[in-house]
């Protein structure tokens, strides 16, 4: 199988997920793109995801669920089986304020694949990871007893 | 004139949480209420179908908790310090503990400590059990220099 192939399945895997997840279809969350143990997602700017009515900026909440989701993307995409992940921890680093009306991106990639933990870290942007609006780490647990096999061909 | 929260009671300034609650988009968006028992406030999060993160569980999205436990937090802070802006988050760390059901969830905020400009507030999220929490944050939030020469 080629490397391509691969990359394309864990693309439709992980396009699979986002779609059958509620919360990220009702921000209108969209895989940008992924490979294995990567991922990169985007909301577009909407009046819906505000948290401050003053200013236009969008809700610290918003940005934590963007990078819980592309983390556990990232995550998702690293794993050889379909495995439930559960969010164990997750630190945000709020950098500076989302420009208001510009689309937020957020790329992540898988730290360390260990027995039945996954740790993975992000960042979210406008124009390029190098200019973050906030950085994220996240442990998750793997929850079936596969995350096994998953780690031990990761090392 | 507007009165300043300074001089509000906890009637008054729990309302004014509840009407900055019905003007912030995103706490519509998740369905946010606000209730007093005293002086503590307690936040609510009416389950809806648009919150699942997980289908096959189901479960609450992990973002929809944290954000959930960083408004409480936010609105803890404007109740508690009488803030007339909301301040901004520096960081917050998460622990989820046990999975969100899709039922209700509560939260409650402390400021641990308040400093000159940047408050520490930890806030625990809980469904049928309060004993029994689903997550826990805690996190540093800035407040605007207008606010800290108040005191």
């Known amino acids: ?155 | 004139m507007v009165e300043p929260a300074a001089t509000k009671g906890p009637a008054a300034r729990t309302a004014d949480v509840a009407t900055l609650l019905e003007r912030i988009p995103f706490a519509r968006f998740l369905g946010m209420e606000v209730e007093r028992k005293g002086n503590e406030l307690t936040f609510i999060l009416r389950y809806a179908p648009h919150l699942i993160g997980n289908p096959i569980l189901p479960a609450l999205h992990g973002g929809v908790i944290g954000a959930f436990l960083e408004q409480s937090a936010l609105l803890e802070l404007v109740w508690d310090l009488r803030l007339e802006r909301l301040p901004k988050p520096i960081d917050v760390s998460i622990d989820y503990l046990r999975p969100g059901h899709p039922v209700d969830t509560y939260a409650r905020a402390v400021i641990t400590k308040r400093g000159r400009r940047v408050a520490n507030v930890r806030a625990e999220a809980w469904q049928d059990q309060r004993a029994k929490p689903i997550a826990a944050l805690h996190g540093h939030f800035m407040m605007s220099p207008a606010e800290a020469q108040k005191e």
């Open chain 1, 1 to 155: 199988m080629t490397a391509e192939s691969d990359t394309e399945r864990t693309r439709q895997t992980i396009f699979r997920i986002m779609q059958e997840t509620a919360f990220a279809r009702a921000l209108d969350m969209t895989l940008v793109s992924a490979a294995a143990g990567v991922a990169v997602l985007k909301i577009p700017y909407q009046e819906k995801l505000v948290g401050n009515p003053d200013t236009g900026i969008v809700h610290g909440g918003v940005i934590t669920s963007l990078l819980d989701h592309t983390l556990g993307c990232a995550v998702f995409s690293a794993l050889e089986t379909l495995e439930l992940i559960a969010t164990l921890d997750l630190r945000i680093d709020y950098m500076r304020a989302a420009e208001p009306g510009r689309d937020i991106f957020a790329h992540a990639a898988v730290t360390k694949i260990a027995t039945s933990i996954a740790f993975a870290s992000g960042t979210a942007y406008h124009d390029e990871p190098g200019d973050p609006i906030a950085t994220s780490t996240a442990a998750f647990m793997i929850v079936t007893d596969n995350g096994r096999k998953a780690g031990a061909s990761r090392g």
